[in-house]
T-cell receptor, first 116, second 115 residues
């Protein structure tokens, strides 16, 4: 069974600085999706970025980028120029693309604090 | 589009009571999911559905039931509420691969307290 591990329960970053959140996963599959979701205090889950495993190029979305290392099964999220609004819980998620599979596996989350 | 809507936003139940959490999506998504999120934890899958009339159990289905009579609606039923069901419940939906990138769209959540 697949697992997703986020080993940093909490991280802090100064406003305007860069921070990297770690995520590792375990799978024997070759085709899958990976996601980072943000959950601010409002509790609304918001998609930050997604990565398709067959694409070697790392995904980027404005200030958010990932470092996808397929062989190492690592999927870290880099937030550049951190802003106060980035403070939230961040969840890494895995989605198998095996036929007949519909489930997502979530990590336990990393709480990001942004210091003014 | 309203996206994924959930009602109610908050609810307090007494032990042994029952209730239904409503979830509706207007994006014509095939797949729908119910998760629970306990304090400081990630999401655990309760039930999911790949289309009207088709549902299946997730990691933590005990104490819950679902139905999917339409594409839009996926209600979650709690029977005989217990304190262990105190949690925040999220409904989510997604397209299949050939119509999207598989990301899930989440509702705003329902905070349920059982006392």
């Amino acid at each position: 069974a697949q697992t997703v591990t986020q080993s940093q329960p909490e991280m802090s970053v100064q406003e305007a600085e860069t921070v990297t959140l770690s995520c590792t996963y375990d799978t024997s599959e070759s085709d899958y999706y990976l996601f980072w979701y943000k959950q601010p205090p409002s509790r609304q889950m918001i998609l930050v970025i997604r990565q398709e495993a067959y694409k070697q190029q790392n995904a980027t979305e404005n200030r958010f980028s990932v470092n996808f290392q397929k062989a190492a099964k690592s999927f870290s999220l880099k937030i550049s120029d951190s802003q106060l609004g980035d403070a939230a819980m961040y969840f890494c998620a895995y989605r198998s693309l095996t036929s007949g599979t519909y489930k997502y596996i979530f990590g336990t989350g990393t709480r990001l604090k942004v210091l003014a | 589009n309203a996206g994924v809507t959930q009602t109610p936003k908050f609810r307090i139940l007494k032990i042994g009571q029952s209730m239904t959490l409503q979830c509706t999506q207007d994006m014509n998504h095939n797949y729908m999911y119910w998760y629970r999120q306990d304090p400081g934890m990630g999401l655990k899958l309760i039930y999911y559905s790949v289309g009207a009339g088709i549902t299946d159990k997730g990691e933590v289905p005990n104490g819950y039931n679902v139905s999917r009579s339409t594409t839009e609606d996926f209600p979650l039923r709690l029977e005989l509420a217990a304190p262990s069901q105190t949690s925040v419940y999220f409904c989510a939906s997604s397209f299949p691969r050939d119509r999207g990138y598989y990301e899930q769209y989440f509702g705003p959540g329902t905070r349920l307290t059982v006392t």
